[in-house]
T-cell receptor, first 114, second 114 residues
Framework: KAGVTQTPRYLIKTRGQQVTLSCSPI?????VSWYQQTPGQGLQFLFEYFSETQRNKGNFPGRFSGRQFSNSRSEMNVSTLELGDSALYLC?????????????FGPGTRLTVL | GENVEQHPSTLSVQEGDSAVIKCTYS??????FPWYKQELGKRPQLIIDIRSNVGEKKDQRIAVTLNKTAKHFSLHITETQPEDSAVYFCAASRVGGGADGLTFGKGTHLIIQP
């Protein structure tokens, strides 16, 4: 069974631009969560999607948005990029919501904002 | 929202000795507590989790204990081996998620000295 995949693996953008990251969950998994990982703040929850609906949302500004498609693939969009958005963005999939099933993480997308 | 404190930030132990990492949480409604291991340049992987209806859980050399009254939980690794060297994250959440999703501690860098 293929693991969680994320594309692209690396991105370099400049301030003010927007970016879209993609996550393909493990086959059969319906829940996809997104996290931002930085050395200073650690791992922070962005949002979770389940069956194309945003079910949970962390404390991030509206510039961070996402969506999920009918095949459970998910995209995350960041608009008007700031230097502080430089981070590793991880997605994780599970059969259902955490607590019921293990979350499996993807390799991450390393975003650098110049 | 939930707040998770994790200590120590760095832990160095001799190979074969035990390692203990401690976390405290603030939201008494949290009832799911996973631990993740992240090796350098790799994705986080779940190593053990515990729900609030259980006080202790073991899996070979790894154990987690939970004290709901004091709102703290700990990871115990016995007979440490070089491959245990990694960053370990604790997290807390309500089963089924919630407004805060999974809230992570800042991580503990575990170093196993040969």
């Amino acid at each position: 069974k293929a693991g969680v995949t994320q594309t692209p693996r690396y991105l370099i953008k400049t301030r003010g631009q927007q970016v879209t990251l993609s996550c393909s969950p493990i086959s059969g998994h319906r829940s996809v969560s997104w996290y931002q990982q930085t050395p200073g703040q650690g791992l922070q929850f962005l949002f979770e999607y389940f069956s194309e609906t945003q079910r949970n949302k962390g404390n991030f500004p509206g510039r961070f948005s996402g969506r999920q498609f009918s095949n459970s693939r998910s995209e995350m969009n960041v608009s008007t990029l700031e230097l502080g958005d430089s981070a590793l963005y991880l997605c994780a999939s599970s059969l259902d919501s955490w607590g019921f099933n293990e979350q499996f993480f993807g390799p991450g997308t390393r975003l650098t904002v110049l | 929202g939930e707040n998770v404190e994790q200590h120590p930030s760095t832990l160095s132990v001799q190979e074969g000795d035990s390692a203990v990492i401690k976390c405290t949480y603030s939201d008494s409604a949290s009832n799911y507590f996973p631990w993740y291991k992240q090796e350098l340049g790799k994705r986080p992987q779940l190593i053990i989790d515990i729900r609030s209806n259980v006080g202790e859980k073991k899996d070979q050399r790894i154990a987690v204990t939970l004290n709901k009254t004091a709102k703290h939980f700990s990871l115990h690794i016995t007979e440490t081996q070089p491959e245990d060297s990694a960053v370990y994250f604790c997290a807390a959440s309500r089963v089924g998620g919630g407004a805060d999703g999974l809230t992570f501690g800042k991580g503990t860098h575990l170093i196993i000295q040969p």
